[in-house]
Nanobody, 125 residues
Framework: VQLVESGGGLVQAGGSLTLSCTASGRTTAVNGMGWFRQVADQARELVATISWSGTSTYYADSAKGRFTISRDNTKNTLTLQMNNLKPEDTAVYYC???????????????????WGQGTRVTVSP
């Protein structure tokens, strides 16, 4: 499975961005998916995750009320709509996918099997 993110960029605080992740290859094996972010040398942290069906989602506290995760399995795409962005949202954002048995959302980084290359989001004050 290959994952390619797009949509990152520079935005002012209070603005919005939409990140997209397109999966290719053995996409029928993909179950839960999610977005993580990483700042400099810090650990990668969960932003949001979604079940295979799209009916169950989980958000980090920092994302609740501002970000929305969604997926379209017919197009093999995962989306993160980010509103009211803050400077502390500045990071490289990664799309991840799990291919093991569960179809639920995946909270732990170790539950993911594939990662994209990342897309940078910079939020200016």
């Amino acid at each position: 499975v290959q994952l390619v993110e797009s949509g990152g960029g520079l935005v002012q605080a209070g603005g919005s961005l939409t990140l997209s992740c397109t999966a290719s290859g053995r996409t029928t094996a993909v179950n839960g998916m999610g977005w993580f972010r990483q700042v400099a040398d810090q650990a990668r942290e969960l932003v949001a995750t979604i079940s295979w069906s799209g009916t169950s989602t989980y958000y980090a506290d920092s994302a609740k009320g501002r970000f929305t995760i969604s997926r379209d399995n017919t197009k093999n795409t995962l989306t993160l709509q980010m509103n009211n962005l803050k400077p502390e949202d500045t990071a490289v954002y990664y799309c991840g996918a799990g291919v093991r048995g569960t179809t639920q959302y995946l909270i732990q980084e170790r539950e993911y099997d594939y990662w994209g290359q990342g897309t940078r989001v910079t939020v200016s004050p």
